[in-house]
Each structure stands twice: as C-alpha cells, then as structure tokens.
C-alpha cells in the first residue's frame, strides 16, 4: 500500500495517529475500540481512493467488533470501495445486505444497488431499482440526485438500445475491435465503435472513442449521447463530464439538458472541473 507520497502532512500525521493507536487497542486487548479505529481508519483510505486497503480495513473491524457485521453503513462504504475496484457483483451485495438490514431504507442505496447492477449488465435491474430510488421523497434532499438521475436516463438509454433485460458484457472481444479502430477514418471507425458498444454496452472508454468519431463528422445528436453514456459509466470521471459539457455547450443542446449534466458532473467535484475547464 504504497500512499506515503500521495500524502499532505496533516494526512501522514492522521495515518500515523489512527494505525499507532489501532495497535495498541488491539495489543491491550480492547477489541471494540480497536474495532471503530479499523472502521475509521477503512473511511480515511476511501477518502485517498485506497480502494483495497479500504476494504482489508472494513473486513478487520468487523473481526474485531463483531457488531459492525450488523452496521448498514459500513457495508455502504463496502460497496463503494468495491464498485470502485470493479468488483460490480460484490458491490451489489454489499448493498443487498444493507437493505435488508436497514428498517428504514434509504434511497440512494437503492441507486447505488441499480448503478452496480447496470454495470453487470442487469439492465432490467437496474431500471427497476433506479425508479424505485427516485421515487422515494426523501431522495431530494441528497445531495447526488443529480448524479442519480442521469444514472437513470443512461439506464433508460442503454435498456432501449441492447433491448433486454440482461446483457452478457463480452469486454475482450469490445477492446479487440475498439483496437482494430484506431487506424481507421472517421467514417469506417465509427461502424466498428458501434459493434464495439453491441458487445460490451457498458464500457466508458468506448463510448467515449465514439463520441470523439461521431463529433469529427458532425453528428451533434449521435455525439452527445455517447459522450453522455461514457460519462455516466465513467464512475465520476471529470474529463469525460467535460468533454461532454462542451460539445453539448457548442451544440446547443436544450438547457434542462446542459444543467442536467453540469449538475451531475458537479457531484464529483465542481473545483477539479474548474481546473480541468482552465486547462
């Protein structure tokens, strides 16, 4: 877990804290304190986007303190970190396990259920899930609703185009024919990156390499929808909200449109976006 460098002073200074004293909780035998350091210390390596230690972490406290097996939230924060090292089956139950737990559910989690489902290519799943979330009162007062619903018009999208409920992702056979683009022009590229999609609808980067094509030969429309779905399957990716804030931008896309995605892409960060705008 090399993340020494990446590290600010206040940062190095918290690891150092946090790992001191969840070695001595657990040498003196004070399992539940030692326990909620694991957790704590699992929350602040999700924070570095430490994906995988993060997850080691959440697994250690629930060894130490068994209660936290029962804790929703911190299968929450399981989730996250496993749907962002791809581990989208994993990460769906993870959030399976949180709503049974909860009493209450909140709906977001089922949004996150559905975005982990959509990236399995349970399209019918996801479609169910991602209504189902959106239509709970509750969810307007979280502050990723705009993220969630453009996660719900990809899904939309993507449920119409592949025409089923449930897709087989054949992801080596896509970046096969992707590659076999490169070299290509425009016009007999775009065909290839289209069959590219048909055999795995839910990766990003060839979506993005089609929206690129389709943009180079004026199909405003055609653009804007590839570079929407790369976006929303990008898992935050500010470059890919970029590109497509712009081209809708030049386009002259509706506005309820254009503030969708300014909105959505600010869940991720509207100071990095600024960055990237000024590059």
Not at 145 to 157: C, G, R
Not at 198 to 225: A, H, S, Y
Request: aromatic share 10%; hydrophobic share 45%.
């Amino acid at each position: 877990m090399a993340i020494r460098n990446s590290l600010s002073d206040h940062e190095k200074v918290m690891l150092y804290e946090i790992v001191r004293d969840l070695t001595t909780f657990a040498i003196e035998g004070k399992q539940n304190r030692a326990g909620r350091l694991a957790y704590n210390f699992g929350e602040f390596l999700t924070f570095l986007n430490q994906h995988r230690p993060a997850i080691k972490m959440f697994r250690l406290a629930c060894e130490l303190d068994p209660d936290y097996a029962t804790k929703g939230y911190l299968f929450e924060q399981a989730g996250g970190n496993l749907f962002r090292k791809g581990r989208y089956t994993a990460a769906s139950f993870a959030y399976v396990r949180v709503l049974r737990m909860e009493r209450v559910r909140n709906p977001s989690v089922f949004l996150l259920f559905a975005e982990s489902q959509l990236m399995r290519g349970r399209t019918g799943s996801a479609f169910f899930w991602s209504e189902v979330g959106l239509a709970s009162k509750a969810i307007s007062d979280d502050e990723r609703l705009p993220a969630f619903m453009a996660l719900n018009h990809a899904v939309k999208i993507l449920r119409f185009q592949t025409g089923s409920t449930r897709v087989h992702r054949k992801t080596l056979a896509a970046r096969e024919l992707t590659e076999s683009s490169m070299s290509m022009s425009d016009e007999n590229a775009i065909g290839v990156l289209e069959k590219a999609v048909t055999l795995d609808p839910m990766d990003c980067e060839i979506w993005f390499l089609l929206g690129q094509r389709l943009n180079e030969m004026g199909e405003r429309e055609k653009t804007v929808r590839a570079l929407f779905l790369s976006s929303v399957l990008s898992n935050g990716n500010l470059d890919n909200w970029l590109n497509l804030i712009l081209v809708a931008f030049t386009s002259r896309v509706s506005p309820n449109h254009l503030a969708l995605f300014l909105s959505a892409a600010g869940v991720y960060g509207y100071d990095h976006l600024a960055e990237l705008a000024r590059e």
